[in-house]
């Protein structure tokens, strides 16, 4: 049965630092992976997704995240954070139409 | 298309009430997911349907919860009687095959 393991329940980071929140994965099939965020009292909306193409996938807001197969991880990064990164990330990997969700890290950018 | 609806988006009860949560899925997708987000367990996945059919229920906490999709277009998450330990934001998601869900905004629910 595939999981998700996120490194880090809280991550902080000063505006304009480097942003990696780590995910990890096992799954018995080649996954398809998502990063999702979170806005206080929101729905989760799709930051990026592997779907078997490229490795390193580009998102919106300026993420990107890379598929390690040997490593079986699928980090987030972002060069610079801007305060309006503040939020709660979720990791998720998709086998056979299962959607299932790591336990989120929480992301908070300080001035 | 006005995304996932969900509704109410709050809702209050009592101990021992019967609640019902109500979900729109995109037109169009074929699978839907229902998913309950606390703190101490963040977002956990109860039950998935795909094409109107429940595929995984492994993922319901007990009997108290049911779920259905009469059709592609809707969807309940039942629970009889509710208990205070249920309150949580319970979230309906859709999506069109073995991509991204879409999720709606979610509905909060106290149980005092």
């Known amino acids: 049965a595939q999981s998700v393991t996120q490194l880090g329940s809280h991550v902080s980071v000063s505006e304009g630092a480097l942003v990696l929140l780590r995910c990890n994965y096992s799954s018995s099939v080649p996954p398809y992976l998502f990063w999702y965020v979170q806005y206080p009292n929101q729905g989760l909306q799709l930051l990026l997704k592997y779907t078997s193409a490229a490795t390193l996938v580009k998102g919106i807001n300026g993420f990107e995240a890379e598929f390690k197969k040997s490593e079986t991880s699928f980090h987030l990064t972002k060069p610079s954070a801007h305060m309006s990164d503040a939020a709660e990330y979720f990791c998720a990997v998709s086998e056979w139409g299962k959607l299932i969700f790591g336990q989120g890290t929480e992301l908070s950018v300080k001035p | 298309d006005a995304g996932v609806i969900q509704s109410p988006r709050h809702e209050v009860t009592e101990m021992g009430q019967e609640v019902t949560l109500r979900c729109k899925p995109i037109s169009g997708h074929n699978s839907l997911f229902w998913y309950r987000q606390t703190m101490m367990r963040g977002l956990e996945l109860l039950i998935y349907f795909n094409n109107n059919v429940p595929i995984d229920d492994s993922g319901m906490p007990e009997d108290r919860f049911s779920a259905k999709m009469p059709n592609a277009s809707f969807s309940t998450l039942k629970i009889q009687p509710s208990e205070p330990r249920d309150s949580a934001v319970y979230f309906c998601?859709?999506?069109?095959?073995?991509?991204?869900?879409?999720f709606g905004q979610g509905t909060r629910l106290t149980v005092v």
């Open positions: 998601a859709s999506t069109p095959g073995d991509t991204e869900a879409f």
